[in-house]
């Protein structure tokens, strides 16, 4: 999709949208009837105009069609009348058809790269042959260990996942009481300290991709903002609304630093995942085109799990002020607000109001009650329901609406019978159906393409046309009957039904993504197809590993992730100033950095070999505070590049230097600061600002385009070093060690620096000295294969067949 709308309104409305919205938004006009009524700001005085022309034509309609005789009560004319000819003009008006989101520019970069990906092999001229010697490794980050939606979805896809050939590495920022549960199935977990989220050390090289969910989770991809990370494949699977909330606060209080840094962190991200296409909107201040959709239904059988564990509904329904006896009907409409509701509302009440006469006590007392759950809370659309409830024979009070998001699910929880009304064709089931199936209600539904997926008309719910909307009084009857009858028994079976819907499409979904984005080495074995997972896996959600949890919901979850996000404005305000002017000479020197090491690299070699002329010349011999001074002028001469600092007088004398090879500022957390050891940065940007680092890029100037940076890896430090070494190297031995050996704490110890040192001082090897790690002890070698048949392994099966082609 691109990018979406900037507005931090979260409701969608049929009016056209933004420029940018409509790059990937296919959007069918309306005519100009549907326009007016489906226009968002409609004050009260139109609502009353609009009110009043739709009870005319009722009453117009009425007074002409057969069987409504005048001396009739006016509730009895209402109820048994025909509505033949309103309905037949209420389909002229537009429901929103046609209108789909998509993620196009997503979509488009997935077809560009698989397109790459082709030539380079056709390239080639041969097919990569995959040995298979490693399962692909990924990290997961999940928020806590504590049980919540997130956490029952992702454990469910980490199950599948492993099953069908990944390795994964969970890191969380607590331990909770999932912790077992992980362990339970197979899993490596590492808990983050909250307090160290900006100086976490891990290499995610090591890993092929990498999953985080959850807000706060997505703090971690500040680390991945930085070379050499900034090519791992990142999937952020975002469930709630919190951070965009967050977000409109940044942008309400000026918080510009902060509004950029988050915009930073969701670019990032390879692609965002939502579980329905109403958070898109929620988040479309951030103008992402990397986001995605996989429909899921975790959050709303857990929000149902949750609820009736701790709630008695019998007692529930006394307590809002509903007797036994009465019916409860609760109607219920699309995620996406728009004006036009009302009067789909409206057309659900007309429609169930010929039953009113079989709960009625008299005409002032009815035993059914309805109510019509709505986020909008405006005076003037609960005045317009309660003239049409009125207008429809219906007794005082016996309509209601009901708004607020507890207030809702209450009521959605007492109801003997929930009726969807919307017949907005939505692209993924809408989640107040998905709430109301997974409390074992019993549902009613137009016949849209996605609710025919999942709701069987007869079995779990009931179905109604959508073109035929005289035939819904019917349909509600028999669905009214059926919700009388309903058994303990049966409400079970559907429960559980419910709870596992969408779970195919959520493991199929994640699993697609990972085959388009993953770019696995040639080592690395193929996952097997999702047909060979057992059903319990990719058709259920793992609700066995909670069983034995004593707290289902975790009341303090919310506000653990705000604290994590406070924590991060604090740090963010202490340093505030710093990063806007850090970040302000990054950008002066990144826009004139190349030109500038040009000319420095210029000017040092005109300066050195201005020394080297007048060292050949001949001169007068001065006293020895001129030579001192002479000397001091050519070690300022040859500092032009700053290679030089204290570290340096410091290693004078020691007879070994060790560089330590790097790339991006990424590295710097597990590289050396004594004098022992010194780094080499492969690019001029990302060298430690205070250290004698090398400039291997100005040494070695191929350096400086990223195709051979890339290819040559850390050979390309051992090169730029080679060029003229004597001006750099001045000790007497030379020692190399990569960043990642500190990553993956297997550099040398305190010990082992001292007994190397000591045994180059004492000769016990004569002039050489060799260090070497064994094959068999690489960690992507555990099958302990030999060089050829390993260096095959990692190279697509090139190392024989290049050296025999270019012998021949």
Not at 193 to 207: F, G, R, V
Not at 290 to 296: D, E, L, R, T, W
Not at 380 to 396: C, D, I, M, T, W
Not at 762 to 771: P, V
């Amino acid at each position: 999709m691109g990018s979406l709308e900037k507005s931090t309104s979260l409701k969608r409305t049929p009016p056209l949208p933004s420029a940018s919205f409509c790059r990937s938004l296919f959007y069918r006009p309306r005519s100009r009837l549907a326009r007016f009524v489906l226009f968002e700001k409609v004050d009260y005085f139109q609502w009353i105009l609009t009110a009043a022309a739709f009870f005319f034509v009722v009453i117009l309609f009425q007074a002409f069609l057969p069987g409504s005789a005048p001396d009739k009560s006016f509730a009895r004319g209402n109820v048994e009348g025909d509505h033949g000819p309103l309905l037949g003009n209420f389909w002229d008006l537009d429901f929103g058809e046609g209108i789909r989101f998509l993620p196009a520019k997503f979509l488009e970069r997935i077809e560009r790269e698989r397109k790459e990906a082709n030539s380079t092999l056709m390239a080639l001229g041969r097919p990569m042959k995959r040995v298979g010697i490693r399962k692909p490794r990924l990290a997961l980050i999940v928020g806590g260990f504590s049980a919540d939606a997130m956490q029952l979805q992702m454990i469910s896809i980490a199950a599948a996942l492993k099953e069908i050939g990944y390795e994964i590495e969970v890191f969380s920022f607590e331990d909770g009481p999932m912790h077992t549960a992980w362990i339970e199935i197979g899993m490596h977990l590492t808990v983050l300290l909250k307090h160290m989220i900006q100086e976490i050390t891990i290499d995610w090289l090591d890993y092929d991709g990498v999953l985080v969910s959850s807000a706060e989770g997505g703090l971690v991809l500040s680390c991945l903002l930085q070379e050499p990370f900034k090519s791992v494949p990142v999937i952020w699977t975002i469930q709630d609304r919190s951070l965009s909330v967050r977000f409109s606060d940044y942008l309400k209080n000026g918080q510009t630093g902060l509004v950029n840094y988050w915009k930073r962190i969701f670019d990032r991200a390879t692609v965002v995942v939502f579980a329905n296409y109403f958070l898109p909107i929620s988040y479309s201040t951030f103008d992402m085109d990397n986001y995605f959709v996989i429909p899921s239904s975790a959050a709303e059988a857990w929000e149902a799990v949750c609820f009736l564990a701790s709630n008695n509904l019998t007692d529930l329904r006394v307590n809002m002020g509903y007797k036994s006896e009465e019916f409860l009907v609760a109607i219920v409409g699309s995620q996406f607000e728009y004006s036009g509701m009302l009067m789909e509302n409206a057309l659900v009440l007309q429609e169930l109001a010929p039953l009113l006469l079989e709960f009625s006590y008299g005409n002032s007392f009815s035993l059914l009650k309805v109510g019509v759950l709505t986020g909008n809370s405006s005076g003037s659309y609960k005045s317009a329901l309660k003239a049409v409830a009125q207008n429809f024979g219906y007794p005082r009070d016996s309509v209601q609406p009901i708004s607020g998001n507890g207030d809702e699910y209450s009521f959605l929880s007492t109801a003997d019978l929930v009726i969807y009304g919307s017949f907005l064709e939505e692209q993924t089931f809408p989640p107040v159906l998905l709430r109301a199936m997974s409390l074992g209600k019993l549902v009613v539904a137009p016949d849209l393409k996605i609710v025919r997926k999942y709701v069987v008309d007869g079995v779990n719910g009931f179905l109604y046309p959508k073109d035929e909307l005289d035939k819904l009084t019917q349909v509600l009857r028999e669905a009214i009957s059926r919700a009388k009858l309903f058994s303990s028994a049966q409400q079970i079976t559907s429960l559980g039904n419910a709870r596992n819907l969408m779970v195919s499409e959520t493991i199929q979904g994640y699993l697609w993504l990972l085959e388009k984005i993953l770019k696995l080495p040639s080592e690395i074995s193929s996952p097997k197809a999702i047909a060979d997972l057992p059903s319990k896996l990719k058709e259920e959600w793992q609700w066995h590993l909670f069983a034995n949890l004593r707290v289902m919901n975790d009341p303090n979850k919310t506000i653990r992730s705000y604290e994590i996000l406070n924590k991060l404005e604090e740090e963010w305000n202490q340093t505030n100033v710093t990063y806007i002017h850090s970040s302000f000479g990054e950008q002066i020197s990144s826009i004139n950095w190349e030109e500038e090491n040009i000319i420095q690299m210029v000017n040092a070699r005109k300066r050195l070999e201005e020394d080297e002329l007048k060292e050949r010349s001949d001169q007068p011999h001065g006293t020895w505070e001129e030579v001192y001074r002479s000397a001091k002028r050519a070690d300022r001469a040859k500092n032009e590049l700053h290679e030089r600092d204290e570290k340096e007088l410091e290693r004078t004398g020691q007879p070994l230097c060790i560089y330590e090879p790097y790339f991006g500022e990424g590295t710097w957390p597990f590289l050396h600061n004594n004098s022992l050891y010194r780094g080499i940065g492969l690019s001029s940007k990302g060298r430690r600002p205070g250290a004698d680092d090398i400039d291997a890029n100005s040494r070695l100037s191929i350096l400086g385009n990223a195709y051979y940076r890339d290819a040559l890896s850390e050979y390309g430090a051992f090169f730029a070093l080679a060029n003229r070494i004597d001006r750099i190297h001045k000790n007497a031995w030379i020692g190399f060690q990569s960043w990642r050996a500190g990553a993956r704490k297997a550099r040398l110890s305190k010990k082992a620096e001292m007994a190397l040192i000591e045994s180059i001082q004492a000769r016990k090897h004569g002039d050489s000295f060799y260090f070497w790690v064994s094959m068999n002890e690489d960690p992507r070698n555990p099958l302990k294969q030999d060089f050829w048949s390993f260096c095959d392994a990692i190279n697509s099966g090139n190392c024989r067949f290049l050296p025999s082609t270019g012998g021949s």
